[in-house]
């Protein structure tokens, strides 16, 4: 049995995989705080705590299974840091990957990563003292490995996109790479679990501890994304990954590029809020995201004449414009909340689309689905409907967790077939009254983000 975690921006995963699947779940959630616009905050405790707390809830899930977890392995969100001590003590708090209280970095330009190098810089000039006395600049799955094993490192798909390295590993001139951890392959086994873990988890402490990857270097293996069927993933934001064996000659400089966890690479375009955007609507009216989510698929094409750009930590792929902001258009008083989530759905899926008209090669005629938002009506329909192409699901919520196990079971000499563990559970067909429908919403959704867009400028 190999246990992974999914330390997600909002939600913290635990799954005890067997040889033919998940046998059992848990999971935690992570606050964010927002002591100001534009800050998002996480408390570094809660990485560590949301781990041991999934962890118990899979273990009562089955406990049977528990006693026969061999190895742990991680996903985790990326580019989310904050500042560690020599002895493992949070000097400030975890600056989540979407906060913008830094300015851009001269170097930084459309898609390019960096905001971890970005938040440094912040804190170099407004909380010297904190990273003056910082030992680690850490992210959480870097943290949790180190409170697991006693080791600090990190591996290549996520020190990439720290802003703090070349696209071929090396350093950048000037950058703090002393503060980072040292960066070691993602099926890297970092030792065995430290008796005070093994204790906090109920695990023996001979259990081995592998490095794992970035969310989305996870999730294009556990979806089973190819160079010709990219990957599109809902959660607390959206995501666009083709898996690439060598990085395209021309690319167009809105995408981005980030090493795969067992070779290659990955093209990117990285959304603003999609599952995040549903949770803010859930707040303005009152009712939960889940439910407007499967209200919204009561709602024909078009949402009632209702736009939406969710652009709720700025445009990001494909406009990289971060002083835009999320707008909706169309609005009447015999406007519904199943109107407004259905527009949030389909103005995320335009965003897809512009994203795979970026990418290279022709366009694809199959979409592989993950992320939790993925797992029912209406998104995959919507996403066939505005792409033209069929969308592909396995069990699009463990996407993370069953690339994560695949890299874990490469690292132990133990290869998995993903079809063992992850079979394809759903196939969505392009239903031809909405790809009409979507063209037509397409055009005008076009109109709206070119005003929104010029104004921002």
Known sequence: MILTFDLGTTVTKATVWGPEGPVAEGRAEVATDHPQPGWDEQDPASWWESTVTAARRAREADPGAWPQVEAIVFAAARETVALFDATGRALSTGIVWSDRRAPRLPHERGA??????????????ERFESLASARWALGPRDAVVWRLTGEVMTDG???ARTGCYSPDGAPLDAAPVDLLAPVRPSTHAVGPLTSEAAAALALPAGVTVVLGAGDRACEVLGAGATPDEPMVSWGTTANVSLPVDAVPEALDGRVAVSPGALGGHLVECGLSAAGAALDWLGRFTGRAAGELYAAAASVPPGAGGVLAASWFNGARAPWWDAEASATMTGLSQATTPDELARAVLEGVAF?????LELLPGRAPLLLHAAGGGAAGPP????????TGARVQSRRPELAASAGALLIAAAGLGRPVELDAVNAVAAVVEPDRRAVDDYRRARAAHDRLTAVLINRSE
Do not use: E, F, H, K
């Open 112 to 125: 390019a990563s960096g905001r971890t190098l970005a938040n440094l810089a912040w804190l170099a000039s």
């Open 351 to 355: 965003d897809v689309a512009r994203c």
């Open 379 to 386: 998104w995959p329909q919507i996403l066939a409907a505005v």
């Open 157 to 159: 798909t996520l020190a």
